[in-house]
Nanobody, 115 residues
Framework: QVQPVESGGGLVQPGGSLRLSCAVS????????MRWYRQAPGKERELVAE???????NYAASGKDRFTISRDNAKNTVDLQMNSLKPEDTAVYYC?????????WGQGTQVTVSS
């Protein structure tokens, strides 16, 4: 079993920054894509950013130029640096990883952007 665990969420003022981290543990075979999703109240879960094993990244339009995803393959971690946060970024952020072509989800971490 593979278990992603998120950390780093919290309350931040508009314009502020947060760094989310996801540590993946368990019987890891081969981590492929690592992704961050988010789900705001009353909305569907949406992809925020993804990074492939070779480091190629892809961002949703909402976070492009503000968010940066990175991974450490030696430590099996994936981070999401979020800058210039807006109230509309408020959501539960989920780490999603693909290990040996099977998807695993973390429990999520709450990010609230409010003054």
């Amino acid at each position: 079993q593979v278990q992603p665990v998120e950390s780093g969420g919290g309350l931040v003022q508009p314009g502020g920054s947060l760094r989310l981290s996801c540590a993946v543990s368990g019987s890891i075979i081969h981590l492929n894509a690592m992704r961050w999703y988010r789900q705001a109240p009353g909305k569907e879960r949406e992809l925020v950013a993804e990074i492939n094993i070779d480091g190629r990244t892809n961002y949703a339009a909402s976070g492009k130029d503000r968010f940066t995803i990175s991974r450490d393959n030696a430590k099996n971690t994936v981070d999401l640096q979020m800058n210039s946060l807006k109230p509309e970024d408020t959501a539960v952020y989920y780490c999603n990883v693909m290990d040996n072509w099977i998807n695993y989800w973390g429990q999520g971490t709450q990010v609230t952007v409010s003054s």
